[in-house]
């Protein structure tokens, strides 16, 4: 809801700041602020960044492998594609100024955290982080603020009905959140933030 983000937003930059060798609370601070899938999320690179933009062109996924040879499959591991979800997953999402100094604190961060600046944007410890790490930030959160559970793609729902909220045109909502059909973004997407 319109009032609960303030308090996210404290309590994540909060939280950053007692541990600022963790980027993924800012993770999904910009996650309420571009609409992203979790899984393009933590597979941002520098090379993304152009400008006012943000390229999403690719995504984690889930590898699995079969459980000892048998129907069953266990989860292996997390990796990067270079596709989206869909073919209108492949898109530039626009970077409002708050979206930007979120970036810039990464970028600091991961400067004065001396990780890598010149491959995926969100580390640590020299390895990007995965998608579970940005899921656990938001559980934490809302643990600390006794709100009630939500999942991280609450907050891409958030981002829709805020654009919706604030008049800019259906086709533009689609494109930024990579929607083949503006029926998904109005029929899944769109609710009463107050």
Do not use: W
């Amino acid at each position: 809801l319109i009032d609960e983000i303030p308090f996210i937003f404290e309590e994540l930059d909060s939280h950053f700041n007692k541990f600022p060798k963790n980027t993924a609370p800012l993770a999904v601070k910009l996650t309420f602020l571009t609409g992203l899938r979790v899984g393009e999320l933590v597979a941002i690179r520098y090379e993304d960044i152009q400008g006012d933009y943000l390229h999403v062109c690719r995504q984690e996924v889930k590898e699995f492998t079969r459980k000892d040879g048998e129907g069953e499959y266990k989860l292996s591991r997390f990796v990067v594609v270079n596709h989206t979800k869909s073919d209108a997953g492949d898109r530039y999402v626009f970077l409002v100024p708050a979206a930007k100094n979120i970036i810039e604190r990464i970028k600091a961060a991961n400067v004065e955290n001396e990780e890598p600046t010149d491959g995926y944007l969100f580390l640590k410890n020299g390895e990007r982080i995965k998608s579970r790490a940005a899921v656990y930030q938001l559980d934490r959160c809302l643990n600390a603020l006794s709100m009630e559970h939500r999942s991280i793609h609450k907050a891409r729902k958030t981002y829709v009905s805020a654009l919706i909220d604030g008049g800019i045109n259906i086709n533009e909502i689609k494109r930024q959140v990579g929607h083949a059909d503006i029926h998904t973004t109005y029929a899944n997407y769109c609710f009463n933030r107050y």
